[in-house]
């Protein structure tokens, strides 16, 4: 490989990757959030088919991932020479449109509106993946320089969290009465205009990220999917953080799509969940200035660790003691985000990691299919969360319908089955993190610098 003759990596480049960030996450996490409760409460759509839909959906993802991931690996697209910028710019208009399909209150009935329900989630979940992959792939041929990686990982980090906690905060004003009702044409509404802040952003992106590495024509090989199945099962750093993002996932799908319900059916005040999302951004901000310092001294290995470890002692903790006052469990959810922020912060900085230990051990790179692998966990952790959050619900007797009542014992299991989701989430990463992936510090420094000499050596041949 080698690298364009362009300005420097700096602030421009990780902008773009906030904004990169934001983009896929206005479709994403408001469709993650509140895809299920739309179709159950307006659609009147029962948790046990939505159950069988995102477990339906997931399989079919098993087999088309792989193959979109490919894609920028197999041809380059466009006059540029960039690899994957030009896939993010066919995928990111469907990506939009999908998203206002999936909160389209539809006249249809029976077969015709499942069938609609279907087609819409699974169309969304084809054109995430063609935004998606390409935009988490690009990190590697932005810069090759492991702190450039690490701020890229921390910029991409705030995109999310910016829309996660921030844009999403204006949900349960917007789309719920003062009574909690449900406004079915206000999803719509936000629906449209979070389609269009997703494409203005990936533009964004695509105009301040430079791809400064490119593969010279002595280096492209003909593509062969089963040698990057061999390198990855052989990639023990990618294996751990796979197992860990789906815990991750667990939280971010599962905890987002049933907040509603606890802060709603138990808590009986919607009002709550605006205080949950804005709180998160002081939490975000803390751990924007302190995590990377505290890396730099111990490394992103044994940060995820202490503070996935802090924030299993705190979940647990909500979860064994039915905490009844809604804003005591709110500051107390807040206090334990801070451990599964750390955690976002750093996972991207680790997918990289693993895209070159790779090379460093297999000397093997290709970048988008085995980052398609790595996306597939994050839709595997999803389709878990999504699925077993609505058979879940189908089990403790939630009736699905705006009107509908539910029954105190159906209440009272509603929170333990929102907060036990943190739990399982700490300890797969933990497994993940802890006992798999080993690339601590050390490691990690002598993997750099044994890359760079040979990648230098390359470049005098």
Same mark, same amino acid.
């Not at 991207?348 to 297999?362: F, G, I, N, Q, R």
């Not at 009736?399 to 105190?408: C, F, N, P």
């Given at each position: 490989m080698n690298e364009k003759s362009v300005r420097p990596f700096g602030?421009?480049?990780?902008? &773009?990757?906030? *904004?990169?960030?934001?983009? &896929?996450?206005?479709?994403?996490? *408001?469709?993650?959030?509140?895809?299920?409760t739309f179709c159950t409460y307006i659609l009147g759509i029962?948790?046990?088919?939505?159950?069988g839909l995102f477990l339906a959906a997931r399989l079919w993802d098993a087999i088309n991932d792989p193959i979109m991931g490919s894609f920028p690996d197999r041809w380059l697209i466009g006059k540029s020479g960039d690899k994957f910028k030009p896939w993010v710019k066919l995928f990111m208009i469907p990506l939009a449109l999908s998203g206002v399909l999936c909160f389209t209150k539809v006249p249809f009935e029976g077969i015709a509106l499942h069938a609609?329900?279907?087609? #819409?989630?699974?169309?969304?979940?084809?054109?995430?993946?063609?935004?998606?992959?390409?935009?988490?792939?690009?990190?590697?041929?932005?810069?090759?320089?492991? /702190?450039?990686?690490?701020?890229?990982?921390?910029?991409?980090?705030?995109?999310?969290?910016?829309?996660?906690?921030?844009? $999403?905060?204006?949900?349960?004003?917007?789309? *719920?009465? +003062?009574?909690?009702?449900?406004l079915p044409e206000r999803f719509t509404m936000v629906a449209v205009v979070?389609?269009?802040?997703?494409v203005v952003s990936y533009m964004l992106l695509c105009n301040l990220t430079v791809e400064r590495v490119r593969q010279t024509t002595t280096e492209k090989e003909p593509f062969q999917y089963g040698k990057v199945l061999k390198a990855a099962f052989r990639n023990r750093p990618l294996i751990g953080v796979m197992i860990a993002t789906v815990g991750s996932m667990l939280y971010i799908t599962g905890y987002s799509q049933l907040k509603s319900y606890i802060y709603k059916e138990f808590y009986?005040?919607? #009002?709550?969940?605006?205080?949950?999302?804005?709180?998160?951004?002081? %939490?975000?901000?803390?751990?924007?200035?302190?995590?990377?310092?505290?890396?730099?001294?111990?490394? +992103?290995?044994?940060? /995820? $660790?202490?503070?996935?470890?802090?924030?299993?002692?705190? #979940?647990?903790?909500?979860?064994?003691?039915?905490? +009844?006052?809604?804003?005591?469990y709110t500051v107390l959810v807040l206090l334990a985000t801070i451990g599964q922020t750390a955690?976002?912060?750093? /996972?991207?900085?680790?997918?990289?990691?693993?895209?070159?230990?790779?090379?460093? +051990?297999?000397? *093997?790179?290709?970048?988008?299919?085995?980052?398609?692998? @790595?996306?597939?966990?994050?839709?595997?952790? #999803?389709?878990?969360a999504s699925a077993g959050a609505a058979s879940a619900l189908?089990?403790?007797?939630?009736?699905?319908?705006?009107?509908?009542?539910?029954?105190?014992?159906? %209440?009272?299991? /509603? @929170?333990?089955?929102?907060?036990?989701?943190p739990v399982i989430t700490c300890i797969l990463e933990l497994i993940g993190i802890g006992i798999i992936f080993n690339l601590d510090k050390e490691?990690?420094?002598e993997m750099y610098a044994e890359l760079e000499a040979r990648r230098k050596a390359a470049a005098q041949r």
């Open positions: 602030v421009k480049d990780q902008l &773009g990757y906030v *904004f990169g960030d934001m983009a &896929g996450s206005f479709v994403n996490l *408001f469709v993650d959030a509140y895809f299920l029962s948790p046990g088919w939505m159950a609609w329900v279907a087609f #819409s989630y699974v169309l969304y979940g084809m054109c995430y993946t063609g935004t998606s992959m390409p935009f988490g792939a690009m990190a590697s041929v932005v810069s090759t320089d492991p /702190i450039d990686r690490s701020k890229l990982s921390r910029a991409r980090s705030i995109g999310g969290t910016l829309v996660g906690f921030g844009a $999403l905060s204006i949900i349960p004003v917007v789309c *719920f009465d +003062k009574e909690s009702n449900i979070f389609g269009i802040l997703c009986q005040d919607t #009002s709550f969940m605006t205080l949950a999302s804005l709180g998160s951004i002081p %939490v975000m901000m803390v751990c924007f200035v302190m995590v990377p310092k505290i890396v730099a001294k111990f490394g +992103k290995r044994t940060v /995820i $660790l202490v503070m996935s470890t802090y924030n299993l002692l705190v #979940s647990s903790f909500i979860l064994f003691f039915q905490v +009844k006052s809604p804003l005591a955690f976002t912060i750093l /996972i991207w900085a680790l997918v990289t990691d693993c895209l070159d230990y790779s090379e460093w +051990k297999m000397n *093997f790179r290709a970048d988008g299919s085995m980052y398609s692998l @790595y996306t597939f966990s994050r839709k595997v952790g #999803s389709t878990i189908a089990a403790i007797g939630y009736v699905a319908g705006a009107g509908a009542v539910q029954s105190a014992e159906t %209440v009272n299991n /509603i @929170y333990y089955l929102v907060n036990a989701i490691k990690t420094a």
